[in-house]
């Protein structure tokens, strides 16, 4: 019986890319932040004014209710059991 070996295991991963989480963001926010980038690149808004942006924006609505219409599920025709 021979001594156990010692070796590497080699994995097919790249340990430099790592899977980021899917983030859902709307088409309005995605398009302000690419706007909010540009500005800060091109030197039109300073990145530490940020706070102080945010302080002056227009403070959203409260939610007074929220209503859900109910939904009607109906076999399509020609699909329903005979």
Request: aromatic share 0%; hydrophobic share 50%.
């Amino acid at each position: 019986m021979s001594a156990p070996v010692a070796r590497a295991e080699h994995s097919t991963r790249n340990p430099a890319v790592v899977a980021r989480p899917e983030v859902l963001v709307s088409l309005d926010e995605a398009a302000a932040l690419r706007q909010l980038i540009g500005a800060i690149a091109a030197r039109q808004v300073e990145a530490m004014d940020i706070p102080r942006l945010a302080a002056e924006s227009a403070p959203l609505p409260m939610i007074e209710e929220i209503v859900l219409e109910p939904i009607e599920l109906r076999p399509l025709d020609g699909l329903e059991s005979e």
